[in-house]
């Protein structure tokens, strides 16, 4: 078995600089990528704990087929970064060609480690048929990613807002700041929780409440160092230290996510609840998930929000075809279902004034979910820390309220 | 079953001493052991996992070992036995999940003592699911402990004569249990010490069950391995393969911890034996009740936190402190029914091709040893449980690379040896016992009729052999529906079966999608357990000495 | 005593001598002519059912055999239990649960007897001989002891052996009926000119047979 293995890899490793010479898919000859992508099916791995995204992926899949004769697999994952996983494995193994993960839905961290790795394929996001409609003055986040550039290595397809949503027949009048909800859950212990970091939604609430008691928010956007790092982030544990006692189950146990959230709501067990999606409120009332008195609001000094993207990795197998399906991504009527809240309800990353009318009546036919904001009500989002921020705020995390201490 | 593991500790200790050229790690160091051993929760959840994993296993022996002592030969084990065997078939995560929505302060039962009882309105702010003890993890991993070590104890039960023994120790006035304990457990232990270790060695490794039930202030070594794996920052997958090796050396000391227990154990056991004292009868009605009420705890808990998953997947709005949704729907099936399809028979045909499969090497292995009179080495049997003992976590990941680099890698090809790896282990387990325990001398019989030993093999050994080979093929089965990370790795996430689609779908956090999933993969293993009991039956229906044996 | 020159007809035991390590357990040297009946008595763990491993080749490669077994001059050694025509009945009749009472006999029934018609005749007869004519649809854990013996005999005497041996094998009847399958065994053996050697522990069993007796 084991010589067997050895041998197997040694052929791999020769065999591994003669597959490398493959031609590379130029997105600005369009056609030629359309006439390679026919026939190609595309492993899109995705978070797959969402029926309304799911779904959405199903229809997105349905209509590359259609329209170009691409297959779009759905590798339902339960966390992106087992489709980073695979991709270092497999860099590992030496299988620089043909890999198994040809688009992954990603953003901020993953992306980060990706591009510093050198696992992407690119660029190519802004060559693509479609970026002309793309907000890029309007919404930064989309060239921007946790403040890292994206350089082309990756396609927006969505915006998301941090929201808060409680039940409106167990608490009628929210805490609106950050300051607000610490002394409102000095009045009302145990009934609120933010996922444990570094579960992303939970690592965000830390980034919200930073921007908004830090004495100069503006470091956040350059790359954390020892200075700007206490300065900042004093305000923070004091904060935490006043709060902590007062969250659910006092912070001797967090939650591990945001889905967490929705169930704890709907148990009454918490009354005041936190969410990356915007919509997300609306459809788990419409799964019976959560009562329909549920409404969501942000914070007066608005909320934290970001981009998502699609990313090809280095050793895809189905480049074209990926490159195909994200341009149908950022296309009006993939925008346009996917901002219906009955579909899912996602922020649209186009900019419509740059669509012509017809375009622009998809959006302007849809209906807001019972519990959705309107955009203008959103209000502007505030932009994401530099990532390192994240991984200081993680640490420090864990060492004073996550391990017991 | 050496290669693979073997290639997979390679694929953990080259990143653990941080060589990992992918990551641009090319050279030796021990910087990833460093950054581990500073990690501020380390003690606690070495500490952690090492006592679930002791107190889980110690439980769940004691709990089989005093229903056998208590109740082997009568009725009412009869009825624990049938009860508690189909239990193996329910995935450890649907059984975590029910379990969870059973016991939480806004569970099934708080629920159903509010608010008349309780005067809850609103559901407490207690922690009962996720302590920092980890009691809920340590009673989740007993509910599914108790039924396999049953099945193992079972096994061994029809080899050492345990009834004749018993009625021996009776004779010479010994009570029940203390003439079981003392005649009759020295030799069952024997028989399922391996076993036990592989019940150890997961329940110190376990991930699914810890992150629903576990504490998370820190939570166990290996939920906190996991979590370093998947976290963006990949620079943490050096420490999360240095943990990966931290949790392979921790098992190995859980297991010698428990050899030490072992011997200490066996010294009280050999004087409370020697010093002739024959046990008290009122002694005797309190431990077999004790042990039927823990037995019956544990098949609750499962059949009702099932009960549960039923309820959620027909459920519509359903809130605190409602015992019963507000309206049931058939919404939810009908969502994922359809979907339910492809998975539904990618986990079907890779488990009976893996099953067939390991069926095949363990028939071929016990019929070797047979024909050619060979003992069983027990150094063979541990090569064969080194899937089992080594924790998961530390090998699949090198694994993956392996299968990736051999082009075993992303069908159902190779996802079905993957399982097989896994599968093989349980299948002989369940099946060597009986094999071995049958009659040679039918065999005699057989042969002087003049039957070579193929004929006697298809004609007589394996009819007579039809149930054990069943329940040997449905736990295989159930193994193999139950995989999740193999399937994952192995399978480049082409190959869904309903677990990769049920863990997906349950990071969504819907208890009805959950509910969906997890009763259509219950569903699948448990269809082969209910075979198993039913073909020998209708088969055999005309043959009495059959049915009862 | 046998020359050796002459191949002779029965069951010849030559020099047999069996060991477990060091320790001998039994040495017999002697030859059953057909249609006698050889009894071996000994205690529990003199080697009894070790001898007869030995002669139907299922002895346990623990034990060491030195010297020849022969049956109608033919070395039996290195040939496997089904090649060497010895029939064994054992106290339990190890009837197979799994199959109906024509069904056993038919496994022991030679293949030489090809047509479907002439196999099921050969059953018939064969169930008629001990009075057990139309049983052959029954399960076989419905019978009595006695009818179960009585199969167990007819189903070892189809495959046409060429000498018997028995293991205790009527210890587990009670007394009358004991003496009723004894003699139909014996007497069906010395009809057919069949060589027996029988292990017991009960001298009515070594009594009825009327042969050599040998203790260990």
């Not at chain 2, 084990?77 to 649907?94: D, G, I, Q, Y």
């Not at chain 2, 009776?170 to 076993?195: C, D, E, H, N």
């Not at chain 2, 091709?353 to 071929?364: D, H, I, P, R």
């Not at chain 2, 094999?435 to 007579?464: E, F, H, S």
């Amino acid at each position: 078995m084991i010589r067997h293995m050895l041998t197997s890899l040694a052929a791999v490793a020769i065999a591994v600089p003669l597959a490398a010479q493959e031609v590379m898919p130029d997105p600005k000859a369009w056609g030629d990528v359309t006439a390679a992508a026919e026939g190609q099916t595309v492993y899109w791995h995705a978070w797959g704990g969402s029926n309304s995204v799911n779904e959405f992926i199903a229809w997105a899949g349905d209509q590359v087929q259609e329209t170009y004769g691409i297959t779009v697999e759905h590798v339902k994952l339960k966390d992106t970064a087992d489709a980073v996983s695979r991709v270092i494995a497999e860099k590992s193994a030496g299988k620089d060609a043909g890999g198994a993960v040809d688009l992954i839905w990603i953003n901020g961290e993953n992306f980060a480690a990706m591009k510093d790795q050198g696992l992407l394929f690119g660029p190519w996001a802004e060559s693509l048929p479609n970026w002309e409609f793309i907000d890029v003055e309007g919404k930064p986040a989309v060239k921007s990613d946790f403040t890292v550039p994206t350089e082309g290595l990756e396609a927006p397809w969505g915006m998301a807002q941090i929201i808060f949503y409680h039940d409106s027949s167990r608490l009628d009048i929210p805490p609106r700041s950050i300051p607000a909800l610490r002394d409102w859950a000095q009045d009302n212990p145990g009934r609120f929780a933010y996922p444990q970091p570094p579960d992303f939604l939970g690592s965000t609430f830390l980034k919200q409440v930073v921007l908004e008691l830090a004495p100069d928010p503006s470091v956040l956007s350059e790359p954390v160092n020892e200075a700007n790092y206490v300065a900042a982030t004093t305000p923070l544990w004091e904060y935490l230290d006043d709060l902590t006692p007062n969250l659910w189950r006092g912070g001797a146990a967090y939650p591990q996510s945001g889905a967490r959230l929705v169930q704890l709501m709907n148990d009454g067990e918490i009354d005041l609840a936190l969410s990356f999606n915007p919509n997300e409120p609306s459809n788990a009332i419409a799964n019976f998930e959560l009562p329909d008195t549920v409404r969501t609001y942000v914070l007066e000094g608005g909320t934290i929000g970001n981009a998502s993207f699609v990313a090809i990795p280095y050793n895809a197998n189905a480049k074209e075809g990926a490159l195909v399906l994200a341009n149908f991504l950022m296309s009006a009527e993939a925008q346009a279902r996917k901002s219906d809240p009955a579909v899912w309800g996602d922020g649209t990353v186009l900019a419509l004034d740059k669509l012509n009318a017809e375009d622009r009546a998809k959006f302007d036919a849809i209906a807001l979910g019972v519990a959705t904001l309107a955009p203008e009500e959103l209000g502007q989002s505030l932009p994401e820390p530099h990532p390192s921020w994240m991984v200081r705020l993680e640490e420090d995390w864990t060492a004073r309220y996550g391990v017991g201490q | 079953m050496l290669g693979p593991v073997l290639a997979g500790l390679l694929g953990t200790l080259a990143p653990a001493f941080g060589y990992m050229p992918a990551l641009g790690g090319t050279t030796f160091s021990l910087n990833a052991f460093e950054a581990l051993f500073a990690w501020p929760g380390l003690s606690s959840a070495v500490g952690l996992s090492l006592g679930v994993g002791l107190a889980s296993t110690a439980l769940s022996l004691a709990i089989v070992t005093l229903i056998c002592a208590g109740w082997a030969d009568t009725r009412t084990f009869a009825m624990v036995e049938r009860l508690l065997s189909p239990l193996l078939s329910v995935p450890h995560a649907a059984a975590a999940f029910g379990l969870a929505f059973l016991i939480a302060p806004s569970g099934w039962i708080a629920r159903g003592l509010s608010p008349w009882a309780t005067g809850w309105e609103q559901p407490p702010d207690l922690l009962i699911l996720q302590d920092p003890a980890g009691l809920s993890l340590i009673f989740g991993l007993v509910t599914k402990e108790v039924p396999f070590l049953l099945l193992m104890t079972l096994a061994a039960l029809s080899q050492v004569r345990a009834g004749q023994s018993l009625r021996v120790a009776q004779a010479l006035g010994y009570s029940r249990v203390s003439g079981w304990l003392k005649t009759v457990f020295p030799l069952i232990y024997r028989q399922i010490r391996l076993p036990v270790y592989a019940v150890l060695a997961f329940s110190m490794s376990v991930v699914d069950v810890a992150i629903i039930l576990g504490p998370n202030t820190p939570s166990t070594l290996a939920v906190q391995v996991v979590r370093w794996m998947n976290d963006p920052d990949l620079a943490l997958r050096f420490q999360a393969a240095a943990g990966a090796v931290l949790q392979l050396g921790l098992v190995i000391a859980g297991l010698g911890l428990w050899r030490g227990l072992e011997m200490a154990v066996a010294g009280i056991g050999r004087r409370w034996t020697a010093s002739g004292a024959r046990g008290h009868r009122v002694f005797d009605q309190g431990v077999r009740g004790l042990a039927l009420g823990l037995g019956a705890v544990a098949a609750i808990a499962v059949i009702a936190g099932l009960a549960g998953q039923v309820a959620w997947s027909f459920a519509g709005l359903w809130q605190f402190p409602d015992l019963l949704p507000d309206g049931f729907t058939f919404r939810n099936w009908q969502r994922h029914g359809a979907r339910l399809a492809g998975p539904g028979l990618e986990t079907l045909t890779i488990a009976a091709l893996s099953t067939g499969l390991a069926l095949l090497l363990t028939l071929a292995c016990l019929e070797a040893e047979h024909r050619h009179g060979l003992r069983p080495a027990t150094r063979a049997l541990w090569l064969l449980y080194l899937p089992l003992i080594v924790p998961q976590i530390a090998f699949l990941a090198g694994f993956q690379t392996l299968s990736i680099s051999t082009g075993v890698d992303g069908g159902r090809m190779a996802v079905t040896l993957a399982h097989l790896v896994f599968v093989l282990p349980y299948v002989f387990l369940a099946l060597a016992d009986p094999w071995r325990a049958w009659d040679a001398r039918q065999d005699t019989v057989a042969r002087a009729l003049g039957a070579g030993p193929d004929r006697v093999l298809w004609m007589v050994r394996l009819p007579m052999l039809l149930r054990p080979v069943l329940t040997a093929a449905a736990v295989g089965f159930a193994v193999s529906v139950g995989q999740y990370l193999p399937t994952l790795l192995v399978g480049a996430g082409r190959v869904p079966t309903l677990t990769t689609e049920a863990i997906a779908l349950a990071s969504g956090g819907d208890r009805r999608v959950i509910g969906v999933y997890a009763l259509a993969q219950m569903g699948a293993a448990f269809a082969p357990f209910a075979l198993a009991v039913l073909l020998p039956r209708l088969i055999w229906r005309n043959r009495k000495g059959l049915l009862n044996g | 005593m046998d020359d050796g020159a002459a191949p002779s007809l029965g069951l010849r035991l030559e020099q047999v001598a069996i060991s477990l390590g060091s320790v001998r357990l039994m040495a017999l040297d002697c030859t059953i002519g057909p249609g006698e009946v050889m009894t071996v008595m000994g205690p529990s763990g003199s080697g009894k059912s070790t001898l007869l491993a030995a002669i139907t080749g299922t002895l346990d490669p623990a034990f060491a055999m030195r010297g020849r077994i022969k049956l109608n001059g033919r070395d039996l050694a290195g040939l496997p239990t089904e090649a060497r025509e010895v029939g064994i009945l054992f106290q339990d009749e190890y009837l197979f649960p799994h199959m109906s009472v024509g069904a056993n006999l038919a496994f022991g029934l030679k293949p030489g007897v090809k047509r479907r018609g002439a196999r099921r005749a050969k059953i018939e007869d064969a169930l008629a001989e001990v009075e057990l004519s139309g049983f052959a649809d029954r399960d076989p854990a419905t019978l009595s002891g006695g009818q179960r013996a009585r199969v167990a005999l007819q189903r070892m005497l189809l495959s046409e052996p060429r000498a018997l041996l028995l293991d205790e094998a009527f210890s587990k009847l009670d007394t009358g009926l004991r003496a009723q399958v004894r003699e139909l065994v014996f007497e069906t053996a010395r009809q057919r000119g069949l060589p027996v050697l029988q292990v017991t522990h009960d001298h009515s069993d070594a009594d009825a047979a009327e042969g050599e007796i040998v203790h260990l």
